[in-house]
C-alpha cells in the first residue's frame, strides 16, 4: 500500500485522526511565511504524541543553520524535509551535520525538471515531487497540481513521494498510473486556508487504500 503524509498539521486533534486513519507521515511546518507554520514549542508537544510508527517530519525552506539548530534541538524530528532552492551540496551539509533523514523536495512543471533528480539521489534519503509555482522556486500547500504524466514509468534510486494539488477526487486517477512510495497531501485535506478537516483527512487516506 502506499504511505500517505499528511502536511501542515497544527493541532493535536487533527494529528490524532490522521494517524488512526493510517497516516505514515506527519509534517509540521518550520517556513514562518506559510499559513501553515507551527511554533517549535506546539511541534515539540505534538511530536512527542505522536503514536509510535508515525513519522514527524518537519518542513523547512532554505533554511539556515541557526534556525534548524533551534528546532531540531526543541523538536523531536524523525525526518527533515527541505522545500526550498537548497543545492545538493547544501542537503548534503544539512544530512551530515543532523544527522537526520532528509526528504528533497523537487518542483516540477515540465519534463526537464526532473533532469537534476540524479544529483539529488546522491544526497537526500526521499524525492518529493510538487507542482511548481508560478511566482517562485518555492513550491508547496498551493492545492495546483501538475502533469504527472511527466513521472509515468520513471524509477527513481530513492524512494519517492507524490505531492501538489491531491485530493481525495484525485488521488484515484494519480495512483492508477503512477506507484510512489508515498503522498504527500496539505490543502487537499483542509476546510479553508491552513485548516485542516478531520472528515478530508478520513476520507482522502480511505481513497488510497482503495488503490
Known amino acids: 500500500m502506499t504511505d500517505v503524509k499528511i502536511c501542515g498539521i497544527k493541532e493535536k486533534n487533527h494529528l490524532d485522526v490522521a494517524a488512526q486513519a493510517g497516516a505514515r507521515f506527519i509534517g509540521l511546518v518550520f517556513y514562518p511565511k506559510s499559513p501553515r507554520f507551527i511554533d517549535p514549542e506546539m511541534a515539540r508537544l505534538l511530536s512527542r504524541s505522536a503514536p509510535t510508527g508515525v513519522r514527524m517530519v518537519g518542513l523547512f525552506v532554505d533554511p539556515d543553520d541557526a534556525w534548524l539548530s533551534h528546532v531540531l534541538g526543541a523538536v523531536p524530528l524523525d525526518m527533515i524535509q527541505l522545500h526550498g532552492g537548497e543545492s545538493p551540496v547544501r542537503v548534503q551539509e544539512i544530512r551530515a551535520h543532523h544527522h537526520v533523514p532528509i526528504i528533497k523536495a523537487i518542483p516540477v512543471a515540465r519534463p526537464e525538471d526532473l ?93 488510497v487504500r482503495q488503490h
Open 115 to 207: 533532469e537534476k533528480t540524479q544529483e539529488y539521489e546522491q544526497v537526500a534519503d526521499w524525492l518529493l515531487f510538487d507542482s511548481k509555482s508560478q511566482k517562485s522556486s518555492v513550491s508547496g500547500g498551493s492545492g495546483i497540481s501538475f502533469d504527472w504524466k511527466i513521472l509515468e514509468g520513471k524509477r527513481f534510486k530513492r524512494p519517492w513521494m507524490l505531492s501538489g494539488g491531491l485530493n481525495s477526487e484525485n488521488i484515484g486517477e494519480a495512483l492508477s498510473f503512477l506507484h510512489p512510495d508515498a503522498v504527500d497531501v496539505s490543502s487537499g485535506v483542509e476546510s479553508e486556508v491552513g485548516v485542516k478537516d478531520p472528515s478530508r483527512i478520513i476520507e482522502f487516506l480511505k481513497q
